[in-house]
Protein backbone atom coordinates (compact mmCIF):
# COMPACT_ATOMS: atom_id res chain seq x y z
CA UNK A 1 0.00 0.00 0.00
CA UNK A 2 1.11 3.59 -0.61
CA UNK A 3 2.00 6.13 1.99
CA UNK A 4 -0.59 8.66 0.22
CA UNK A 5 -4.22 8.25 1.09
CA UNK A 6 -6.25 7.76 -1.97
CA UNK A 7 -7.60 11.53 -2.76
CA UNK A 8 -5.57 13.26 -0.82
CA UNK A 9 -3.31 15.75 -1.98
CA UNK A 10 -0.87 18.79 -1.92
CA UNK A 11 -1.02 19.76 2.14
CA UNK A 12 -2.73 16.82 3.27
CA UNK A 13 -0.72 14.38 1.61
CA UNK A 14 2.50 16.69 3.22
CA UNK A 15 0.63 16.60 6.20
CA UNK A 16 0.40 12.50 6.22
CA UNK A 17 3.81 12.20 5.03
CA UNK A 18 5.61 14.32 7.55
CA UNK A 19 3.15 12.19 10.63
CA UNK A 20 4.18 8.81 9.17
CA UNK A 21 7.59 10.25 9.46
CA UNK A 22 7.70 10.47 13.64
CA UNK A 23 8.42 7.51 15.73
CA UNK A 24 5.81 4.99 16.56
CA UNK A 25 3.24 6.34 13.55
CA UNK A 26 3.30 4.75 10.17
CA UNK A 27 1.60 5.46 7.22
CA UNK A 28 -1.62 4.04 8.53
CA UNK A 29 -1.80 5.71 11.98
CA UNK A 30 -0.32 8.77 9.96
CA UNK A 31 -3.75 9.38 7.80
CA UNK A 32 -5.68 8.59 11.04
CA UNK A 33 -4.37 11.47 12.22
CA UNK A 34 -4.27 14.04 9.55
CA UNK A 35 -7.89 12.71 9.04
CA UNK A 36 -8.82 13.22 12.42
CA UNK A 37 -6.99 17.02 12.74
CA UNK A 38 -8.44 17.95 9.71
CA UNK A 39 -12.33 16.76 11.54
CA UNK A 40 -11.53 18.36 14.38
CA UNK A 41 -9.71 22.07 13.10
CA UNK A 42 -11.27 23.75 16.45
CA UNK A 43 -9.94 21.37 19.43
CA UNK A 44 -7.40 19.20 17.41
CA UNK A 45 -5.51 21.31 14.20
CA UNK A 46 -5.48 24.88 15.81
CA UNK A 47 -3.87 24.04 19.35
CA UNK A 48 -1.68 21.91 17.79
CA UNK A 49 -0.36 24.30 15.00
CA UNK A 50 0.00 26.80 17.33
CA UNK A 51 1.95 24.80 19.97
CA UNK A 52 4.37 23.77 16.95
CA UNK A 53 4.93 27.13 15.76
CA UNK A 54 5.34 28.11 18.98
CA UNK A 55 8.24 25.00 20.22
CA UNK A 56 9.70 25.79 16.51
CA UNK A 57 10.38 29.64 17.45
CA UNK A 58 10.97 29.64 20.99
CA UNK A 59 12.75 25.81 22.10
CA UNK A 60 15.97 25.77 21.83
CA UNK A 61 19.31 23.06 23.55
CA UNK A 62 20.95 24.82 26.01
CA UNK A 63 24.43 25.60 24.94
CA UNK A 64 25.60 24.28 28.39
CA UNK A 65 24.03 21.33 28.58
CA UNK A 66 22.02 20.32 25.96
CA UNK A 67 18.61 20.53 27.29
CA UNK A 68 15.43 21.60 25.60
CA UNK A 69 14.48 25.06 26.83
CA UNK A 70 12.70 28.25 25.88
CA UNK A 71 15.72 29.98 27.88
CA UNK A 72 19.56 29.59 26.77
CA UNK A 73 21.33 28.27 29.26
CA UNK A 74 18.21 26.66 30.32
CA UNK A 75 16.16 26.91 33.37
CA UNK A 76 18.24 23.64 35.13
CA UNK A 77 21.49 25.31 34.62
CA UNK A 78 20.19 28.67 35.63
CA UNK A 79 18.38 27.31 38.79
CA UNK A 80 20.39 28.35 41.88
CA UNK A 81 19.01 26.01 44.37
CA UNK A 82 20.00 23.11 42.19
CA UNK A 83 23.79 22.24 43.18
CA UNK A 84 26.41 22.87 40.04
CA UNK A 85 28.84 20.43 41.41
CA UNK A 86 27.18 17.74 40.34
CA UNK A 87 26.46 16.75 36.91
CA UNK A 88 24.60 13.94 35.88
CA UNK A 89 25.47 12.42 32.00
CA UNK A 90 23.07 11.35 30.02
CA UNK A 91 21.73 9.96 26.54
CA UNK A 92 19.08 11.96 25.50
CA UNK A 93 16.47 14.58 26.97
CA UNK A 94 14.05 11.80 27.46
CA UNK A 95 16.50 10.43 30.18
CA UNK A 96 16.55 13.96 31.74
CA UNK A 97 12.77 14.65 31.43
CA UNK A 98 12.41 11.01 33.52
CA UNK A 99 14.86 11.64 36.26
CA UNK A 100 13.53 14.93 36.39
CA UNK A 101 9.96 13.37 36.77
CA UNK A 102 11.71 11.23 39.80
CA UNK A 103 12.49 14.56 41.19
CA UNK A 104 14.98 13.07 43.36
CA UNK A 105 17.99 14.76 41.35
CA UNK A 106 19.22 18.58 42.35
CA UNK A 107 22.28 18.76 40.26
CA UNK A 108 22.86 19.99 36.73
CA UNK A 109 22.87 17.59 33.43
CA UNK A 110 24.60 16.77 30.36
CA UNK A 111 22.56 15.51 27.49
CA UNK A 112 25.18 13.57 25.08
CA UNK A 113 22.84 12.92 22.26
CA UNK A 114 23.21 9.24 22.03
CA UNK A 115 26.04 6.87 22.37
CA UNK A 116 29.43 5.76 20.53
CA UNK A 117 28.95 3.18 17.80
CA UNK A 118 31.34 2.52 15.39
CA UNK A 119 28.98 0.67 13.23
CA UNK A 120 26.95 3.59 13.13
CA UNK A 121 29.15 5.87 12.63
CA UNK A 122 29.10 7.87 15.89
CA UNK A 123 32.50 8.68 17.13
CA UNK A 124 33.18 11.07 20.75
CA UNK A 125 32.58 13.94 18.25
CA UNK A 126 29.46 13.41 17.14
CA UNK A 127 28.54 13.51 20.76
CA UNK A 128 29.01 16.69 23.69
CA UNK A 129 31.71 14.84 24.83
CA UNK A 130 33.87 17.89 24.51
CA UNK A 131 31.49 19.94 25.76
CA UNK A 132 31.67 17.84 28.84
CA UNK A 133 35.23 17.46 29.34
CA UNK A 134 35.64 21.16 29.14
CA UNK A 135 32.67 21.76 31.78
CA UNK A 136 34.70 19.65 33.99
CA UNK A 137 38.08 21.27 33.38
CA UNK A 138 36.37 24.90 34.69
CA UNK A 139 37.20 22.93 38.71
CA UNK A 140 33.52 23.87 38.95
CA UNK A 141 32.44 20.43 39.18
CA UNK A 142 32.77 18.01 42.01
CA UNK A 143 30.97 14.53 40.78
CA UNK A 144 29.97 13.27 37.17
CA UNK A 145 27.13 10.86 37.38
CA UNK A 146 27.07 8.83 33.96
CA UNK A 147 23.29 7.41 33.78
CA UNK A 148 23.53 6.26 30.22
CA UNK A 149 21.26 3.48 29.68
CA UNK A 150 22.68 -0.37 29.92
CA UNK A 151 23.03 -1.50 27.05
CA UNK A 152 26.20 -2.72 25.04
CA UNK A 153 26.77 0.56 23.53
CA UNK A 154 25.53 2.82 26.79
CA UNK A 155 27.97 0.82 28.79
CA UNK A 156 30.59 1.13 26.69
CA UNK A 157 30.14 4.63 26.22
CA UNK A 158 29.96 5.02 30.14
CA UNK A 159 33.33 3.28 30.39
CA UNK A 160 34.59 5.43 27.81
CA UNK A 161 33.90 8.92 29.63
CA UNK A 162 35.37 7.00 32.68
CA UNK A 163 38.25 7.12 31.11
CA UNK A 164 38.17 10.35 30.05
CA UNK A 165 37.01 11.55 33.06
CA UNK A 166 39.96 9.72 35.42
CA UNK A 167 41.99 12.60 34.44
CA UNK A 168 40.32 15.24 36.57
CA UNK A 169 40.06 14.68 40.73
CA UNK A 170 36.40 14.55 40.64
CA UNK A 171 34.46 11.85 41.19
CA UNK A 172 32.85 9.90 39.10
CA UNK A 173 30.02 7.29 39.72
CA UNK A 174 27.33 5.15 37.52
CA UNK A 175 23.84 4.68 38.38
CA UNK A 176 23.04 1.14 40.38
CA UNK A 177 21.65 -1.78 39.40
CA UNK A 178 19.15 -4.27 41.12
CA UNK A 179 15.90 -4.89 42.43
CA UNK A 180 12.94 -2.45 40.97
CA UNK A 181 10.96 -1.11 43.70
CA UNK A 182 8.02 -3.75 44.21
CA UNK A 183 10.24 -6.15 41.84
CA UNK A 184 9.84 -9.72 42.73
CA UNK A 185 12.59 -12.05 42.79
CA UNK A 186 11.28 -14.56 41.16
CA UNK A 187 10.11 -12.93 37.92
CA UNK A 188 13.46 -11.08 37.43
CA UNK A 189 16.21 -11.94 35.06
CA UNK A 190 19.67 -13.58 36.56
CA UNK A 191 21.93 -10.43 35.12
CA UNK A 192 19.65 -8.51 37.42
CA UNK A 193 19.69 -10.78 39.77
CA UNK A 194 23.61 -10.79 40.06
CA UNK A 195 24.06 -7.72 39.83
CA UNK A 196 21.87 -6.50 42.64
CA UNK A 197 23.65 -8.75 44.92
CA UNK A 198 26.97 -7.81 43.98
CA UNK A 199 26.34 -4.81 44.88
CA UNK A 200 23.74 -5.72 48.14
CA UNK A 201 24.22 -3.27 50.99
CA UNK B 1 -3.01 -42.78 19.91
CA UNK B 2 -5.66 -42.46 21.89
CA UNK B 3 -3.83 -41.17 25.08
CA UNK B 4 -3.59 -37.22 24.96
CA UNK B 5 -1.53 -37.03 28.03
CA UNK B 6 2.39 -36.42 27.74
CA UNK B 7 4.42 -39.12 29.12
CA UNK B 8 4.14 -38.84 32.82
CA UNK B 9 7.83 -37.55 33.74
CA UNK B 10 9.47 -40.14 35.90
CA UNK B 11 11.77 -37.82 37.60
CA UNK B 12 10.47 -36.48 41.00
CA UNK B 13 10.35 -32.23 40.17
CA UNK B 14 7.75 -32.15 37.12
CA UNK B 15 9.87 -29.94 34.29
CA UNK B 16 8.07 -27.04 32.97
CA UNK B 17 8.24 -28.46 29.15
CA UNK B 18 6.23 -26.70 27.07
CA UNK B 19 4.58 -28.01 24.18
CA UNK B 20 3.54 -26.63 20.86
CA UNK B 21 -0.32 -27.31 20.36
CA UNK B 22 -0.33 -24.75 17.61
CA UNK B 23 1.70 -23.74 14.90
CA UNK B 24 0.55 -21.24 12.07
CA UNK B 25 2.66 -20.19 8.92
CA UNK B 26 2.17 -17.48 6.36
CA UNK B 27 4.77 -16.85 3.21
CA UNK B 28 7.46 -19.47 5.21
CA UNK B 29 9.20 -21.13 2.44
CA UNK B 30 7.07 -23.60 0.52
CA UNK B 31 3.96 -22.77 3.17
CA UNK B 32 1.72 -20.35 2.01
CA UNK B 33 -0.36 -21.08 4.70
CA UNK B 34 -0.78 -23.64 7.06
CA UNK B 35 -2.07 -24.17 10.51
CA UNK B 36 -1.32 -27.45 12.39
CA UNK B 37 -3.60 -28.32 15.70
CA UNK B 38 -1.93 -30.55 17.74
CA UNK B 39 -2.35 -32.29 21.15
CA UNK B 40 0.22 -31.48 23.75
CA UNK B 41 2.57 -34.75 22.95
CA UNK B 42 5.23 -35.84 20.36
CA UNK B 43 4.61 -35.63 16.77
CA UNK B 44 5.79 -37.57 13.56
CA UNK B 45 5.30 -35.71 10.28
CA UNK B 46 5.58 -37.85 7.32
CA UNK B 47 5.86 -36.96 3.65
CA UNK B 48 7.50 -37.31 0.38
CA UNK B 49 10.58 -35.15 -0.06
CA UNK B 50 10.19 -31.55 -0.89
CA UNK B 51 7.14 -30.88 0.99
CA UNK B 52 8.38 -29.15 3.51
CA UNK B 53 8.98 -31.17 6.38
CA UNK B 54 12.40 -29.16 7.59
CA UNK B 55 10.74 -25.93 6.70
CA UNK B 56 8.29 -26.79 9.35
CA UNK B 57 11.11 -27.35 11.85
CA UNK B 58 12.95 -24.53 10.76
CA UNK B 59 9.97 -22.51 11.53
CA UNK B 60 9.64 -23.75 15.06
CA UNK B 61 13.76 -23.16 15.55
CA UNK B 62 13.03 -19.41 14.79
CA UNK B 63 10.82 -19.27 17.87
CA UNK B 64 13.97 -18.60 19.64
CA UNK B 65 17.05 -16.18 19.06
CA UNK B 66 19.20 -16.87 16.56
CA UNK B 67 18.70 -17.63 12.57
CA UNK B 68 17.09 -20.93 12.70
CA UNK B 69 18.66 -24.36 11.88
CA UNK B 70 19.24 -23.51 8.61
CA UNK B 71 20.70 -20.25 9.89
CA UNK B 72 18.89 -18.64 6.96
CA UNK B 73 19.19 -14.88 5.94
CA UNK B 74 15.76 -13.44 6.23
CA UNK B 75 14.82 -13.35 2.76
CA UNK B 76 15.89 -16.74 1.94
CA UNK B 77 12.83 -17.83 4.68
CA UNK B 78 10.26 -15.55 2.08
CA UNK B 79 7.98 -17.82 -0.03
CA UNK B 80 8.05 -17.64 -4.07
CA UNK B 81 4.79 -15.38 -3.97
CA UNK B 82 4.84 -13.57 -0.31
CA UNK B 83 6.48 -10.28 0.46
CA UNK B 84 6.37 -11.15 4.12
CA UNK B 85 6.28 -14.27 6.28
CA UNK B 86 5.00 -14.61 9.91
CA UNK B 87 5.03 -17.40 11.86
CA UNK B 88 2.70 -18.25 15.48
CA UNK B 89 2.33 -20.61 17.72
CA UNK B 90 0.74 -22.07 20.97
CA UNK B 91 2.64 -23.47 23.42
CA UNK B 92 1.15 -25.27 26.52
CA UNK B 93 2.81 -26.02 29.77
CA UNK B 94 2.74 -26.10 33.32
CA UNK B 95 3.26 -22.40 33.18
CA UNK B 96 -0.53 -21.78 31.31
CA UNK B 97 -0.45 -21.35 27.85
CA UNK B 98 1.50 -18.79 25.69
CA UNK B 99 1.19 -17.16 22.51
CA UNK B 100 4.85 -16.89 20.77
CA UNK B 101 4.81 -14.84 17.23
CA UNK B 102 7.52 -13.66 15.03
CA UNK B 103 7.71 -12.34 11.41
CA UNK B 104 10.05 -10.49 8.99
CA UNK B 105 9.51 -7.14 9.24
CA UNK B 106 10.20 -4.14 6.54
CA UNK B 107 11.60 -1.06 8.06
CA UNK B 108 13.02 2.10 6.22
CA UNK B 109 16.54 0.79 7.05
CA UNK B 110 15.66 -3.03 5.91
CA UNK B 111 13.81 -6.19 6.75
CA UNK B 112 14.67 -7.23 10.37
CA UNK B 113 13.39 -10.17 12.72
CA UNK B 114 10.61 -8.98 15.30
CA UNK B 115 8.75 -11.30 17.97
CA UNK B 116 5.72 -10.78 20.50
CA UNK B 117 4.56 -13.19 23.52
CA UNK B 118 1.24 -12.82 24.45
CA UNK B 119 0.08 -10.31 21.72
CA UNK B 120 2.48 -7.78 23.74
CA UNK B 121 4.89 -4.97 21.93
CA UNK B 122 7.03 -6.30 19.10
CA UNK B 123 10.95 -6.65 20.33
CA UNK B 124 13.77 -8.02 19.14
CA UNK B 125 14.21 -12.03 18.78
CA UNK B 126 16.57 -12.08 22.00
CA UNK B 127 13.44 -11.44 23.68
CA UNK B 128 12.62 -14.96 22.85
CA UNK B 129 15.68 -16.26 25.13
CA UNK B 130 14.33 -18.97 27.43
CA UNK B 131 10.67 -18.90 26.18
CA UNK B 132 10.68 -21.95 24.18
CA UNK B 133 14.09 -24.10 25.21
CA UNK B 134 14.85 -26.38 21.40
CA UNK B 135 17.20 -28.85 20.45
CA UNK B 136 17.96 -29.45 16.96
CA UNK B 137 19.40 -32.32 14.67
CA UNK B 138 19.63 -32.25 11.10
CA UNK B 139 20.83 -33.86 8.57
CA UNK B 140 23.33 -30.84 7.76
CA UNK B 141 25.00 -31.39 10.95
CA UNK B 142 26.41 -34.90 9.96
CA UNK B 143 29.62 -33.17 8.89
CA UNK B 144 29.96 -31.23 12.26
CA UNK B 145 33.08 -33.35 13.50
CA UNK B 146 34.84 -32.67 10.33
CA UNK B 147 34.02 -29.24 9.17
CA UNK B 148 35.22 -26.43 10.47
CA UNK B 149 35.01 -25.21 14.08
CA UNK B 150 32.52 -22.38 14.03
CA UNK B 151 29.64 -24.62 12.87
CA UNK B 152 30.83 -27.11 16.48
CA UNK B 153 31.21 -23.61 18.22
CA UNK B 154 27.47 -22.75 17.73
CA UNK B 155 26.61 -26.38 18.20
CA UNK B 156 28.54 -25.71 21.57
CA UNK B 157 26.67 -22.44 22.21
CA UNK B 158 22.88 -24.02 21.75
CA UNK B 159 23.63 -26.66 24.22
CA UNK B 160 24.74 -23.41 26.62
CA UNK B 161 21.84 -21.36 26.16
CA UNK B 162 20.03 -24.38 26.61
CA UNK B 163 20.81 -24.42 30.19
CA UNK B 164 21.32 -21.15 30.52
CA UNK B 165 19.32 -18.43 28.31
CA UNK B 166 21.11 -15.38 28.95
CA UNK B 167 23.72 -16.76 27.06
CA UNK B 168 22.49 -15.88 23.73
CA UNK B 169 22.27 -12.03 25.13
CA UNK B 170 25.77 -12.57 26.49
CA UNK B 171 26.82 -13.74 22.80
CA UNK B 172 24.99 -10.87 20.21
CA UNK B 173 26.77 -8.14 23.06
CA UNK B 174 29.68 -9.63 22.39
CA UNK B 175 29.34 -10.07 18.75
CA UNK B 176 28.30 -6.56 18.27
CA UNK B 177 31.40 -5.16 20.61
CA UNK B 178 33.92 -7.42 18.30
CA UNK B 179 32.29 -6.08 14.98
CA UNK B 180 32.33 -1.93 16.60
CA UNK B 181 36.09 -2.71 18.00
CA UNK B 182 37.20 -4.00 13.86
CA UNK B 183 35.19 -1.09 12.60
CA UNK B 184 37.22 1.20 14.47
CA UNK B 185 40.47 -0.44 13.39
CA UNK B 186 40.05 -0.73 9.69
CA UNK B 187 39.05 2.70 9.50
CA UNK B 188 42.62 3.13 11.15
CA UNK B 189 40.89 5.03 13.89
CA UNK B 190 42.89 4.78 17.28
CA UNK B 191 41.06 6.18 19.48
CA UNK B 192 42.74 4.47 22.89
CA UNK B 193 39.59 5.11 25.17
CA UNK B 194 37.37 4.22 22.67
CA UNK B 195 38.90 1.37 21.91
CA UNK B 196 40.11 0.25 25.27
CA UNK B 197 36.30 0.77 26.21
CA UNK B 198 35.01 -1.73 24.10
CA UNK B 199 38.02 -3.92 24.49
CA UNK B 200 36.90 -4.23 28.68
CA UNK B 201 33.31 -5.15 27.71
CA UNK B 202 34.66 -8.06 25.13
CA UNK B 203 36.96 -9.41 28.40
CA UNK B 204 33.34 -9.26 30.72
CA UNK B 205 31.77 -10.83 27.95
CA UNK B 206 34.10 -12.95 26.85
CA UNK B 207 34.96 -14.19 30.75
CA UNK B 208 31.15 -15.27 31.40
CA UNK B 209 30.68 -17.12 27.47
CA UNK B 210 33.66 -19.06 28.48
CA UNK B 211 32.93 -19.73 31.99
CA UNK B 212 29.15 -20.87 30.52
CA UNK B 213 30.37 -23.06 28.06
CA UNK B 214 32.64 -24.28 30.71
CA UNK B 215 30.05 -25.19 33.03
CA UNK B 216 28.01 -26.72 30.61
CA UNK B 217 30.42 -29.11 28.92
CA UNK B 218 31.39 -30.31 32.42
CA UNK B 219 27.42 -31.01 33.63
CA UNK B 220 26.96 -32.94 29.57
CA UNK B 221 30.13 -34.95 29.80
CA UNK B 222 28.98 -36.05 33.59
CA UNK B 223 25.50 -37.33 31.94
CA UNK B 224 27.98 -38.58 28.90
CA UNK B 225 30.20 -40.69 30.79
CA UNK B 226 27.13 -42.60 32.20
CA UNK B 227 25.66 -43.26 28.31
CA UNK B 228 25.95 -47.07 27.42
CA UNK B 229 24.23 -49.55 25.17
CA UNK B 230 23.47 -48.78 21.46
CA UNK B 231 24.54 -45.16 21.59
CA UNK B 232 28.54 -44.68 22.16
CA UNK B 233 30.27 -42.67 25.37
CA UNK B 234 31.62 -39.69 24.17
CA UNK B 235 34.57 -37.34 26.00
CA UNK B 236 33.74 -33.41 25.21
CA UNK B 237 36.70 -30.67 25.88
CA UNK B 238 36.94 -27.30 25.22
CA UNK B 239 39.57 -26.37 22.65
CA UNK B 240 40.25 -22.14 23.61
CA UNK B 241 42.67 -20.23 25.69
CA UNK B 242 40.54 -18.59 27.63
CA UNK B 243 37.89 -21.92 28.53
CA UNK B 244 41.40 -23.30 29.25
CA UNK B 245 42.74 -20.31 32.01
CA UNK B 246 39.53 -20.04 33.74
CA UNK B 247 40.50 -23.75 34.41
CA UNK B 248 43.29 -22.34 36.95
CA UNK B 249 43.17 -18.49 37.05
CA UNK B 250 40.18 -16.60 38.81
CA UNK B 251 38.50 -15.01 36.16
CA UNK B 252 39.23 -11.85 37.23
CA UNK B 253 42.44 -12.40 36.55
CA UNK B 254 41.57 -13.99 32.95
CA UNK B 255 39.52 -10.71 32.00
CA UNK B 256 41.81 -8.43 32.56
CA UNK B 257 44.43 -10.72 30.84
CA UNK B 258 42.45 -11.46 27.37
CA UNK B 259 41.70 -6.98 27.91
CA UNK B 260 45.87 -6.56 27.78
CA UNK B 261 45.86 -9.02 24.74
CA UNK B 262 43.52 -7.31 22.87
CA UNK B 263 44.87 -3.93 24.07
CA UNK B 264 48.40 -5.13 22.39
CA UNK B 265 46.84 -7.06 19.46
CA UNK B 266 45.45 -3.90 17.88
CA UNK B 267 48.04 -3.31 15.31
CA UNK B 268 47.77 -7.03 14.20
CA UNK B 269 44.04 -6.99 14.51
CA UNK B 270 43.49 -4.12 12.15
CA UNK B 271 45.87 -5.69 9.25
CA UNK B 272 44.26 -8.91 9.33
CA UNK B 273 40.66 -8.09 9.44
CA UNK B 274 39.86 -9.87 12.47
CA UNK B 275 40.08 -10.68 16.33
CA UNK B 276 43.08 -13.26 16.40
CA UNK B 277 42.01 -13.92 20.21
CA UNK B 278 39.19 -14.65 22.46
CA UNK B 279 36.30 -16.99 23.03
CA UNK B 280 34.84 -16.62 19.50
CA UNK B 281 37.55 -18.82 18.27
CA UNK B 282 37.25 -21.96 20.87
CA UNK B 283 36.28 -25.16 19.29
CA UNK B 284 34.86 -28.03 21.06
CA UNK B 285 36.29 -31.68 20.58
CA UNK B 286 34.79 -34.60 20.44
CA UNK B 287 35.96 -38.03 21.20
CA UNK B 288 35.02 -42.12 21.42
CA UNK B 289 35.21 -42.63 24.88
CA UNK B 290 35.99 -46.53 24.12
CA UNK B 291 38.92 -45.84 21.73
CA UNK B 292 39.71 -43.04 22.77
CA UNK B 293 39.82 -41.76 19.21
CA UNK B 294 38.65 -38.09 18.10
CA UNK B 295 34.95 -38.15 16.72
CA UNK B 296 36.15 -37.25 12.81
CA UNK B 297 38.03 -40.22 12.52
CA UNK B 298 34.71 -42.81 13.06
CA UNK B 299 32.58 -43.70 10.49
CA UNK B 300 29.44 -41.65 9.07
CA UNK B 301 27.04 -43.79 11.01
CA UNK B 302 29.17 -43.74 14.42
CA UNK B 303 29.86 -39.88 14.37
CA UNK B 304 25.48 -39.86 13.74
CA UNK B 305 25.11 -42.15 16.70
CA UNK B 306 27.78 -39.75 18.68
CA UNK B 307 25.45 -36.76 18.19
CA UNK B 308 22.23 -38.54 19.08
CA UNK B 309 24.43 -39.19 22.11
CA UNK B 310 25.36 -35.68 22.81
CA UNK B 311 21.52 -34.57 21.99
CA UNK B 312 20.18 -37.15 24.51
CA UNK B 313 22.81 -36.52 27.38
CA UNK B 314 21.66 -32.42 26.99
CA UNK B 315 18.37 -33.48 27.01
CA UNK B 316 18.64 -35.46 30.15
CA UNK B 317 21.07 -32.61 31.92
CA UNK B 318 18.54 -29.67 30.84
CA UNK B 319 15.27 -31.50 31.79
CA UNK B 320 16.96 -32.68 35.37
CA UNK B 321 17.51 -28.51 35.40
CA UNK B 322 13.75 -28.34 34.87
CA UNK B 323 14.24 -27.10 31.32
CA UNK B 324 13.34 -29.94 29.25
CA UNK B 325 14.10 -28.62 25.20
CA UNK B 326 11.50 -29.66 22.50
CA UNK B 327 13.51 -31.56 20.58
CA UNK B 328 13.53 -31.28 16.28
CA UNK B 329 14.88 -34.35 15.00
CA UNK B 330 15.10 -33.99 11.36
CA UNK B 331 15.96 -37.44 9.52
CA UNK B 332 17.06 -39.38 12.19
CA UNK B 333 15.27 -42.60 11.63
CA UNK B 334 16.13 -42.99 8.40
CA UNK B 335 20.33 -43.18 8.92
CA UNK B 336 19.74 -45.83 11.64
CA UNK B 337 19.71 -49.68 12.17
CA UNK B 338 16.97 -51.53 13.83
CA UNK B 339 18.44 -51.52 16.83
CA UNK B 340 19.49 -47.94 17.33
CA UNK B 341 16.30 -47.08 16.05
CA UNK B 342 14.35 -48.70 18.91
CA UNK B 343 16.66 -47.87 21.54
CA UNK B 344 16.41 -43.98 20.17
CA UNK B 345 12.41 -44.26 20.28
CA UNK B 346 12.50 -45.72 23.80
CA UNK B 347 14.77 -43.16 24.87
CA UNK B 348 12.46 -40.46 23.19
CA UNK B 349 9.63 -41.77 25.00
CA UNK B 350 11.34 -40.89 28.38
CA UNK B 351 12.24 -37.21 27.71
CA UNK B 352 9.41 -34.94 29.20
CA UNK B 353 9.18 -32.72 26.60
CA UNK B 354 8.10 -32.52 22.77
CA UNK B 355 9.75 -34.30 20.24
CA UNK B 356 9.18 -33.75 16.32
CA UNK B 357 10.64 -36.47 14.09
CA UNK B 358 10.80 -36.56 10.42
CA UNK B 359 10.63 -39.09 8.03
CA UNK B 360 9.65 -39.92 4.56
CA UNK B 361 7.23 -43.00 5.61
CA UNK B 362 5.52 -44.20 8.25
CA UNK B 363 6.97 -47.51 8.48
CA UNK B 364 10.43 -46.12 10.17
CA UNK B 365 8.50 -45.21 12.98
CA UNK B 366 6.87 -48.51 14.27
CA UNK B 367 7.62 -48.53 18.19
CA UNK B 368 6.01 -44.85 18.25
CA UNK B 369 2.36 -44.82 18.53
CA UNK B 370 2.22 -44.95 22.22
CA UNK B 371 3.71 -41.60 22.93
CA UNK B 372 3.51 -39.50 19.28
CA UNK B 373 0.81 -38.47 17.21
CA UNK B 374 1.34 -39.10 13.35
CA UNK B 375 1.15 -36.37 10.83
CA UNK B 376 0.91 -36.70 7.20
CA UNK B 377 2.29 -33.48 4.99
CA UNK B 378 1.22 -33.58 1.64
CA UNK B 379 1.85 -30.84 -0.87
CA UNK B 380 -2.76 -29.47 0.03
CA UNK B 381 -2.41 -29.75 3.54
CA UNK B 382 -2.33 -32.19 6.29
CA UNK B 383 -3.70 -34.59 8.02
CA UNK B 384 -3.65 -37.08 11.39
CA UNK B 385 -2.95 -40.47 10.83
CA UNK B 386 -1.94 -43.72 12.70
CA UNK B 387 0.93 -45.04 13.78
CA UNK B 388 2.42 -48.45 13.91
CA UNK B 389 2.35 -49.46 18.02
Not at chain 2, 111 to 121: E, S
Request: glycine content about 10%; aromatic content about 4%; charged content about 20%.
Amino acid sequence: MRSKGAGAAGPIERLVDALARLPGLGPRSARRAALALLRHRESLLDPLALAIEDTRRSVHACRRCGNLDTTDPCRICTDATRDAGLVCVVEHVADLWAIERAGAWRGHYHVLGGTLSALSQVGPEQLAVAPLLARVATGDVREVVLALNVTVDGQTTAHYLAEQLAAFPISVTRLAQGVPLGGELDHLDDGTLTAALRQRR
Amino acid sequence: MSTPEAAPSTSGSAPRCPALVRLSLAGFRNHARLELRLEPRSVVLIGPNGVGKTNLLEAISLLAPGRGLRRAGLGELLGPAATAWAIGATLQGLAGVREVATALEATGRGDRRVATLDGGVRRGPVSLAGVLPLLWLTPAMDRLFVEGAGNRRRFLDRLVYGLDPAHAERLQAYDRALRERLTLLRAGRRDPAWLTALEARLAADGVAIAAARVATVERLGAALAAEDGPFPAADLALVGEMEAALATTPALAVEEGFATRLARNRATDAEAGTTTVGPHRSDLAVSYRARGTPARLASTGEQKALLIAILLGQARVASAAGLAPVLLLDEVAAHLDEARRRALFDRLAAHPGQVWLTGTEAALFAGTAATCQGIALAGDGWRMVDLLP
